[in-house]
C-alpha cells in the first residue's frame, strides 16, 4: 500500500510501486480527468501538478510521489472558479477537448510562477502540451485574460 496526497486528500493506494501516476489516478482513484496520450511523455495531455510543478503522470511512478502533494484537474476548484477555467471558459479553448486538462493545469503553473507572462512566457511553457485541434492562439487569449483576473483579484 501507498499513500497519495491527491487533491489535498491522503489515499492508500494497492499499487505496484513502478505503477504509473496516470492509472493509479484514472483506475484506483476514478479521477479520469487526466487523460492518456502517448504513454512516453512527449504529448503532455496527462499532465498533473506535482508541488505546483507540471509532471508527465504516464511515466512517473507512484513510488516516487511519496510526501508531495499531486493536483488534476478536479483538485484545481470544485466550481471552476480557478482564473484559468474561468478565463478558458471565456475564450471558449476547447475544441475536442482531450488535452484541456493538461493544458489548463500547465497554465495554473506557469501564472503560479509568473502571473504576467510574456507571449514568450506563454509559448515556451505551454509548449510541452501538444494540441491535436490547434487551439493555440485561443490558449494563449485564455493565459493573457487568466493574468488579467489574477492581477484584478489581486488589486481589486
Same mark, same amino acid.
Given at each position: 500500500? +501507498?499513500?497519495?496526497?491527491?487533491?489535498? *486528500? %491522503?489515499?492508500?493506494?494497492?499499487?505496484?510501486?513502478?505503477?504509473?501516476? +496516470?492509472?493509479?489516478?484514472?483506475?484506483?482513484?476514478?479521477?479520469?480527468?487526466?487523460?492518456?496520450?502517448?504513454?512516453? #511523455?512527449?504529448?503532455?495531455?496527462? &499532465?498533473?501538478?506535482?508541488?505546483?510543478? !507540471?509532471?508527465?503522470?504516464?511515466?512517473? !511512478?507512484?513510488?516516487?510521489?511519496?510526501? *508531495? *502533494? @499531486?493536483?488534476?484537474?478536479?483538485?484545481?476548484?470544485?466550481? %471552476?472558479?480557478?482564473?484559468?477555467?474561468?478565463?478558458? +471558459?471565456?475564450?471558449?479553448?476547447?475544441?475536442?477537448?482531450?488535452?484541456? %486538462?493538461?493544458? @489548463?493545469?500547465?497554465?495554473?503553473? +506557469?501564472?503560479?510562477? &509568473? !502571473?504576467?507572462?510574456?507571449?514568450?512566457?506563454?509559448?515556451?511553457?505551454?509548449?510541452? =502540451?501538444?494540441?491535436?485541434?490547434? &487551439?493555440?492562439?485561443? @490558449?494563449?487569449?485564455? /493565459?493573457?485574460? #487568466?493574468?488579467? /483576473? =489574477?492581477?484584478?483579484?489581486?488589486?481589486?
Amino acid at each position: 500500500m +501507498l499513500t497519495l496526497n491527491v487533491n489535498g *486528500k %491522503s489515499h492508500e493506494v494497492d499499487a505496484d510501486a513502478d505503477m504509473p501516476l +496516470l492509472w493509479a489516478l484514472r483506475d484506483l482513484l476514478g479521477l479520469t480527468g487526466t487523460k492518456f496520450g502517448c504513454g512516453i #511523455a512527449q504529448c503532455g495531455v496527462c &499532465t498533473v501538478l506535482v508541488d505546483g510543478v !507540471p509532471l508527465r503522470a504516464c511515466v512517473t !511512478p507512484v513510488s516516487a510521489l511519496a510526501g *508531495k *502533494k @499531486i493536483t488534476t484537474i478536479e483538485g484545481l476548484s470544485a466550481d %471552476s472558479s480557478h482564473p484559468v477555467q474561468q478565463a478558458w +471558459l471565456a475564450e471558449e479553448v476547447p475544441q475536442c477537448g482531450f488535452c484541456q %486538462s493538461g493544458q @489548463i493545469l500547465t497554465a495554473a503553473a +506557469l501564472l503560479a510562477k &509568473t !502571473p504576467q507572462p510574456t507571449d514568450a512566457d506563454i509559448d515556451q511553457a505551454m509548449a510541452p =502540451v501538444l494540441c491535436r485541434c490547434g &487551439t493555440y492562439p485561443r @490558449i494563449r487569449l485564455a /493565459i493573457q485574460r #487568466a493574468a488579467k /483576473i =489574477v492581477k484584478e483579484s489581486r488589486h481589486g
